[in-house]
């Protein structure tokens, strides 16, 4: 997401450098159709084309996601089970696609949950390969952050602790079944879940698992936002498919065991052609004339989104600013760590994977028949719209969205002790095109930082191409982009898009736990291929 703070020059140029990711994935485009692409210093994102039939878009209605229900209470905590199995869904019409599910679905089901208190999840992994759960944007003990050697070996053998990838001497390994305890010490925010297992996390999440864990508090729900129906989590993601459904992925090992990454003109991160919206292509969502609440998670692999609303008559055509019953815009009230201090009057909304923008969207403004397409501006053909909501009538509406929403401490950069460097860039890893953090592939036993806990650092994060870059457990904010000082509106995030060749400077506090924790680009691809680093907290 453009992150809040930027001054609008700042934002622009972040979209540019969406727009050189949406270059890139032109250039897969060409490339996939066996014309030259434009010469580039590193691996763009690159389409993976379906062989089956393409949908008709807004043909299938948004899917609300199941609530995961807890198997027990007592006076502090809820007690999920949360199991990992192979099923098959209904995506492509009237085809089957095997999936992996948490709990059998995807996308996951939703877990509520409240700040303060404490959830543990229980897992059985009922897959053919390891897994490892992250919840990401939690507050997390090290034990239960999801460590990508922390492996969760499937229950019915079948798979060696012994293999190449789990040389980790800190690993935590187990058959079987593992325990997650979340004590969400941490405000009111949009969080997910997807698997995070070393090398394979890209294959992983795009065979499906992923899903929501929505953190509620009493700030805001004191506050008069859209809630029950009209408060919808919506997971955008693209895949590819073939021909009967199963989904495509350009894995060097087929089977998901040893050899990690993908077929070398992949190497920047892969595209799919169908564009999903809590696991359905282009769905549409009836809505009233009054406010929704949109929780929008970036869950592709390598994709960017730059959302914007087009709106249109009942017979097709745009609908001109006299036809529109009030200004047609997106508010944007959250990011990755909750509520923004003030509602944010948006144009546009842009995502790299990895990273959330919480909205609400009124729908008055629109006369009834009219639909409204939630476009993808950093995408071509069928990947530049995600989906339609068609507005059908009217409803009362004392929903409203205050001038002020929360009360956000500002950290002071001249109170950090540390400043770092890390450079994201592309280079040869074991002898294969990679991505690296200052020049090193990922090693789960160097330390490439210890911050004190407590302690609060300025972290300076330069790229060579377009990376978003997430930290666990550790919320910051953003400074600086390309030395121009952010503005308000002041937030807390937990994964940043850099643009091709930009440095970013965070303020980063280091507070909840000590532990081992890691670092790295959020497009799937560069991760498993290394670009990924550990801080430990001390």
């Not at 996951?108 to 897994?131: C, F, H, K, M, Y």
């Not at 759960?133 to 798979?159: C, E, I, K, Q």
């Not at 530049?384 to 068609?390: A, D, L, N, P, Y």
Request: net charge negative.
């Amino acid at each position: 997401m453009t992150a809040p703070g930027l001054s609008r020059r700042q934002a622009l140029r972040l979209l540019g450098g969406g727009a050189l990711a949406a270059a890139g994935a032109t250039a897969g485009l060409t490339a996939a159709a066996g014309c030259s692409a434009l010469p580039t210093n590193t691996p763009d994102p690159r389409l993976l084309p379906s062989a089956a039939p393409l949908p008709r878009p807004f043909a299938t209605p948004l899917p609300r996601v199941a609530t995961l229900k807890p198997v027990r209470t007592d006076a502090t905590t809820d007690y999920y089970d949360l199991p990992l199995r192979v099923a098959e869904q209904e995506i492509i019409p009237g085809l089957r696609t095997p999936i992996w599910g948490y709990a059998g679905q995807f996308p996951g089901p939703t877990i509520e949950a409240r700040s303060g208190r404490r959830i543990v999840v229980r897992q059985r992994n009922d897959l053919s390969v390891p897994a490892v759960t992250h919840l990401h944007g939690g507050r997390t003990p090290p034990a239960s952050d999801g460590y990508p050697t922390d492996l969760l070996l499937p229950a019915r053998g079948g798979f060696a602790s012994s293999a190449s990838h789990m040389t980790d001497e800190r690993a935590d390994v187990v058959r079987g079944v593992r325990t997650y305890e979340y004590p969400l010490d941490q405000r009111a925010a949009t969080l997910w879940y997807h698997d995070h297992r070393m090398d394979f996390t890209g294959p992983a999440v795009w065979r499906g698992l992923a899903g929501f864990c929505v953190v509620r508090d009493d700030e805001e729900d004191a506050l008069p936002l859209p809630r029950g129906d009209k408060d919808v989590p919506l997971l955008i993601s693209d895949r590819s498919f073939a021909e009967d459904g199963t989904l495509l992925y350009p894995a060097l090992d087929a089977e998901f065991r040893e050899q990690p990454g993908v077929m070398k003109a992949y190497g920047g991160g892969v595209l799919g052609d169908v564009v999903l919206v809590n696991g359905a292509p282009w769905p549409e969502l009836e809505v009233s004339r009054s406010r929704y609440r949109f929780r929008a998670l970036n869950a592709s692999n390598a994709r960017r989104y730059v959302l914007r609303l087009v709106p249109r008559s009942r017979d097709g055509a745009e609908l001109s600013s006299d036809e529109l019953r009030g200004e047609a815009r997106i508010v944007q009230i959250g990011t990755d760590g909750g509520l923004l201090e003030r509602p944010w009057p948006r144009t546009e909304i842009a995502l790299a994977s990895g990273e959330r923008a919480d909205v609400i969207i009124d729908f008055s403004a629109y006369p009834v028949g009219a639909t409204v397409v939630l476009a993808n501006v950093a995408g071509d053909g069928p990947a530049g719209q995600v989906m339609r909501f068609r507005v059908t009538g009217e409803e009362a509406d004392d929903t409203a969205v205050p001038s002020r929403l929360s009360q956000v401490e500002r950290l002071d950069p001249a109170r950090a002790r540390v400043t770092r460097d890390f450079r994201f860039e592309s280079g040869e890893v074991h002898g294969h095109t990679g991505w690296r953090i200052n020049g090193k592939p990922f090693d789960p036993a160097r330390m490439d930082a210890r911050p004190r806990l407590g302690a609060t650092e300025i972290w300076r994060l330069t790229t060579d191409a377009a990376h978003p870059i997430h930290l666990h457990l550790a919320h910051f904010q953003v400074l600086s982009i390309d030395g121009e000082r952010a503005e308000d509106p002041v937030a807390w995030k937990d994964t940043l898009d850099l643009g091709a060749v930009q440095t970013a400077e965070i303020a980063v506090r280091f507070g909840g736990y000590r532990g081992r924790y890691a670092f790295h680009c959020h497009n799937l691809e560069h991760e498993d291929m290394a670009m990924m680093a550990n801080f430990e907290v001390i």
